[in-house]
């Protein structure tokens, strides 16, 4: 197992295992006898504190001594000394030898401690020598107290690799440097302050000397001396800044384009109003021309005629709604703010209320799970709702009890979320056609629309990186 086998008295003495009462045992460890056949016949084993294998006395060997080498605790060994004749030692000769003894285990103590130390010193020499950082050992000179140069003791390799410059060992950094002490007066007081307090201290700084920027490790081997440990990041800095000069360029010219679409957005609103105002005129006009007509003729006309001014009224009112419309899918390319995090739930429910306000006289049974939460424009996404709900609802009018529901759920790394009725419903083959723009998909008695609505909606949701569909079958009811 790679374990000494520490036997017999020798073992005895090299661990330690001593009884000094026993007359064949010093106070200092040691073991002997002139006479091992007597010692042997008067003894035990356990008197021994060991099984000897009395190989000494085999070999003719009468006189024994056994001298422990040792240093305090370390222990080294010992030293035997056989003699075939009796009466070889006596007291006096075993101290002497303990003496010499421990003499020889200083000796020994040493010369391991000075080869440790060399292969010590020629590992770290290796280490320091070959090291990809710089390395320069240093002596703070101060004046008043405060650091005002410092010596070069020592370099390694790449110090002068990194740095350039050669033969600096027993030369000041201001000679080597000049000017270092008005360029890098911070770098020196850290350097100074290290030497002091024996805090290490990390940095990045740059050395106009050298025209280079390098991240530094500074320590204290001694007091007033300081280890530099360094590495040159100038290609990292520099990169750096072409990325922070970069940036700015990109903000500038995002800040540029933001302005330009503000611009335009400002004068597409302006239109826009000014397209809804001239629209709703005659809008306006008619259908009060028709409430007028209704009011002072309205017991004048027969069945047919009441019949016609309900188709007029809501056919204007019809067109006011393709003009909300169209004028809500001009606004989905705007700029818009920052997507925030939306509340699907209390948004829908706000929502739907809206939508039921003229439809006060219908049974409708809304069912809103809890949603999942969104990041998106907050505006969009309302219009996005109103325009499903209120499709929901208006299409599930001729249902004695409508049935709506809204809910969401996670599909991979996707949220979806639908709008369910049962109302008329669609013929599943326009399925991929409903988000079109003035699509005529339906004849008037299965529905009413002008597809307007469903194309915002698919707007809105490409907006922001999605996408829509719908299922469903005539006269049983839609999903989108």
Not at 166 to 175: D, F, I, Q
Not at 330 to 351: C, K, N
Request: overall charge neutral; glycine content about 10%.
């Amino acid at each position: 197992a790679g374990d000494p086998v520490l036997d017999c008295m020798c073992g005895n003495v090299i661990r330690g295992r001593f009884d000094p009462a026993k007359p064949f045992f010093t106070p200092q460890g040691s073991f002997w006898t002139s006479c091992t056949t007597q010692l042997l016949a008067a003894t035990t084993d356990a008197d021994r504190q060991a099984h000897t294998r009395n190989r000494c006395l085999g070999e003719g060997y009468e006189s024994v001594a056994l001298i422990p080498l040792r240093v305090g605790e370390q222990r080294f060994g010992l030293l035997q000394l056989n003699a075939r004749r009796k009466g070889a030692f006596s007291p006096e000769v075993i101290a002497i030898w303990e003496r010499l003894g421990g003499h020889l285990a200083v000796a020994l103590g040493k010369f391991r401690g000075d080869e440790a130390l060399r292969e010590s010193e020629a590992r770290f020499r290796s280490l320091f020598e070959n090291m990809l950082e710089g390395f320069a050992y240093c002596r703070i000179l101060r004046e008043q107290g405060r650091p005002r140069d410092f010596i070069y003791l020592h370099v390694n390799n790449a110090f002068e690799s990194l740095t350039g410059l050669k033969n600096v060992a027993g030369r000041r950094v201001s000679e080597v440097i000049p000017g270092f002490q008005d360029t890098n007066a911070e770098l020196l007081e850290i350097c100074g302050r290290v030497a002091a307090t024996g805090q290490p201290e990390k940095l990045e700084t740059y050395v106009q000397g050298l025209k280079m920027w390098f991240a530094i490790s500074v320590y204290r081997p001694a007091p007033e001396h300081f280890v530099a440990v360094f590495d040159v990041i100038s290609a990292r800095k520099e990169a750096e800044e072409r990325v922070r000069q970069l940036n700015l360029e990109l903000e500038e010219r995002v800040g540029q384009r933001t302005a330009q679409l503000e611009a335009a957005n400002q004068e597409l609103e302006a239109f826009a109003y000014s397209v809804s105002h001239d629209l709703r005129a005659p809008l306006r006009a008619v259908d009060g021309f028709t409430r007028i007509l209704v009011d002072d003729y309205g017991s004048r006309l027969d069945a047919e005629g009441l019949r016609l001014t309900d188709v007029i009224r809501r056919q204007a009112a019809r067109m006011g709604k393709l003009i909300d419309d169209l004028l809500a899918f001009s606004r989905v390319g705007r700029v818009e703010a920052q997507p925030a995090e939306i509340d699907m739930t209390s948004l829908a429910q706000s929502v739907f209320e809206e939508c039921v306000e003229g439809a006060k006289d219908r049974k409708i049974r809304f069912k809103l799970d809890p949603l999942l939460p969104i990041r998106g424009d907050p505006s969009l996404i309302r219009q996005l709702l109103a325009n499903l709900l209120a499709n929901a609802v208006k299409y599930t009018g001729p249902r004695p009890e409508a049935e709506i529901e809204l809910g969401s759920r996670v599909e991979g790394n996707q949220n979806v979320y639908w709008v369910k009725d049962n109302g008329v419903g669609f013929n599943p083959k326009y399925a991929g056609k409903l988000f079109g723009i003035f699509q005529r998909l339906h004849s008037d008695e299965e529905f009413e629309g002008t597809g307007v609505g469903l194309a915002l909606v698919r707007r809105i949701v490409g907006r922001h990186g999605g996408r829509a569909w719908a299922e469903g079958k005539l006269h049983e009811g839609a999903v989108f």
